[in-house]
């Protein structure tokens, strides 16, 4: 394929897609036929190779052909070395690598930032671990490591380490600046996990893929500042978590995906655990979650601090137990879409139960859009609660729900202000306070037209993840924003001095503007090419495609 050098520099000038392929000089502009790749990191080449158990650690290593045989003598030979370096993984297929401790790699060498050790596969996803009663990876105490499309599968079974992919903590030192992507897991052990940080910090996950785990897919316990961007869960049904942040301070989903029926498709509890701290946050934005039971945030109030769930800019769809349920003292729901949540429990799309504790509480339900739940939000105290003052901004929302549903359940406490919003059906307001009403309209027509997405339609595809021009949502919301969420182009979230999340939207498009794909990496037959239970497919399954991106998307201005 013949690429316009012009179009890449000026596509790579304003932080597009470059397009991939074979660049020239001049050429027409192939617009309607380039492939978009999303490549968030690009590893460096390799200065070592590795192939396990095929190797000879007699070898130099300096060639595919010359590959060592172990980590452990690779980690020897390039763990003094200065500067950044890459040991690439040979491709093929390794069984039941052990070197320490059941696992294939496990150090503790301790590398400045800045000068990382790479571990690559030498063709993405061509390098595939199998293990059994075994685990991949463990950096705990490490410091200072990436990994780059490697594939690790389990087999499900009950033995070996809890942990496929691990960093935490050995004698008294954490796991740091340990960086994965691109990587695919899958088959994880029962009531263990598949990405686990533990007692760590400055963690990151970027386009990573997770399926078939048992417990937690993703995993942060104990960790500060870590993030997850453009990574994927598919539970298949288990009884799982397919993100779980615990007592984790700073953690930030940006543009996840979860799809799946696990019971929790997102379990965060955010408890005080870390001294010296007054904010304890977990944040969730530009993300989907799909066909799971619950989106299972949690804030518990400790020692005088404020906890809390933020969600910005997401969608949930077909969510059978809840939407997005939150227990704690602040919960955000800010330009979120809930579409068909809360089928079989009874529980609201929005399902905000506050902790006991006494203080403050704050409800911030803004710009947000509710389509046929039977339950659209509902706000429960626990029984035997000490009196306590809620801060309640409940702005310029859409809520339709089924004609027997309730739209808005203030859960008897009463004093919600429905500020500029449109509500289905009056009478199936409960417990609030009607003279609070400022601006709202009491509708029977639906205020959801167009592409947006029809709640008469159980369809899921006709719903998309943005809100189109000419729809009655466009601008509606507090301060001229769209009513609902609009997720066309990536979320990049920096930290500021103290390491607390500061987002940021960027104009790099997040799917691909010719094929409507959400970013990922190459298919391995059996793990994630099965349609339906698979991320390559996740945005016929939404109705993206090229025909309903917006006119011009991805394209330079």
Not at 397 to 407: L, R
Request: proline content about 4%.
């Amino acid at each position: 394929m013949l690429i316009n050098a012009k179009a890449v520099a000026e596509r790579r000038r304003l932080g597009l897609f470059p397009f991939s392929g074979e660049v020239v000089e001049n050429g027409e502009d192939p617009t309607d036929e380039g492939e978009w790749v999303a490549d968030a990191i690009t590893p460096p080449e390799p200065t070592r190779y590795v192939a396990p158990g095929d190797g000879d650690d007699s070898a130099d290593g300096t060639s595919p052909g010359n590959a060592w045989n172990t980590f452990g003598k690779a980690f020897s030979e390039m763990g003094g070395l200065s500067g950044e370096q890459c040991l690439g993984v040979v491709n093929g297929e390794y069984n039941d690598i052990d070197e320490a401790d059941g696992y294939a790699i496990k150090t503790q060498i301790q590398r400045d930032p800045g000068e990382r050790l790479w571990i690559r596969a030498l063709d993405e996803r061509q390098a595939i671990f199998n293990v059994t009663n075994k685990g991949f990876s463990d950096f705990s105490a490490a410091r200072g490591f990436n990994m780059w499309g490697i594939v690790v599968l389990g087999d499900g079974s009950s033995g070996g380490p809890a942990r496929i992919i691990h960093c935490g903590l050995t004698g008294g030192t954490r796991a740091s600046h340990i960086g994965h992507y691109r990587m695919l897991a899958a088959f994880g052990p029962p009531d263990r996990y598949l990405f686990s940080a533990s007692v760590a910090e400055d963690i990151e996950y970027i386009e990573c893929e997770a399926y078939d785990g048992y417990r937690h897919m993703f995993s942060n316990h104990r960790t500060e500042r870590t993030t997850y961007t453009r990574c994927y869960a598919n539970t298949r049904g288990g009884d799982n978590s397919a993100f779980n942040a615990y007592r984790a301070n700073d953690t930030i989903l940006q543009n996840c995906i979860i799809d799946g029926t696990g019971r929790w498709a997102s379990q965060c509890e955010d408890l005080d655990f870390f001294p010296g701290l007054t904010s304890l946050r977990t944040l969730a934005y530009g993300g989907m979650f799909f066909g799971f039971w619950s989106a299972n945030p949690n804030g518990y109030r400790r020692s005088g601090r404020h906890t809390g769930s933020v969600y910005k800019h997401m969608l949930f769809i077909d969510g059978t137990r809840a939407g997005a349920y939150s227990e704690s003292d602040h919960g955000h729901w800010i330009n979120v879409t809930f579409y068909r949540c809360g089928q079989s429990s009874g529980r609201a799309a929005a399902h905000i139960r506050r902790f006991r504790g006494d203080g403050a509480t704050m409800v911030r339900l803004r710009n947000c859009a509710f389509l046929a739940s039977p339950r659209c939000a509902y706000n429960e105290r626990d029984s035997g609660d000490i009196p306590y003052e809620v801060i309640r901004e409940i702005e310029h929302n859409n809520y339709w729900g089924s004609d027997a549903s309730d739209v808005w359940d203030a859960g008897a406490t009463g004093g919600y202000d429905l500020i500029q919003s449109n509500v289905r059906d009056s009478r199936r307001l409960r417990d609030v306070d009607l003279r609070d009403h400022v601006g709202s309209n009491h509708i029977s027509s639906n205020p959801f037209t167009g592409k947006y997405g029809n709640p008469d339609d159980h369809g899921a595809g006709h719903t998309l993840v943005w809100v189109p021009s000419g729809n009655p949502q466009k601008g509606a919301g507090q301060g001229g924003d769209d009513i609902g969420c609009e997720i066309l182009y990536r979320m990049e979230a920096t930290r500021d001095g103290n390491g607390h999340p500061v987002e940021n939207l960027t104009n790099i498009p997040l799917w691909n503007p010719v094929t409507g794909e959400f970013p990922r990496g190459p298919l391995v037959s059996g793990v994630n090419n099965i349609g339906g239970g698979s991320l390559f497919d996740f945005h016929e399954r939404i109705g993206v495609s090229s025909e309903t991106l917006p006119d011009g998307y991805g394209v330079a201005e």
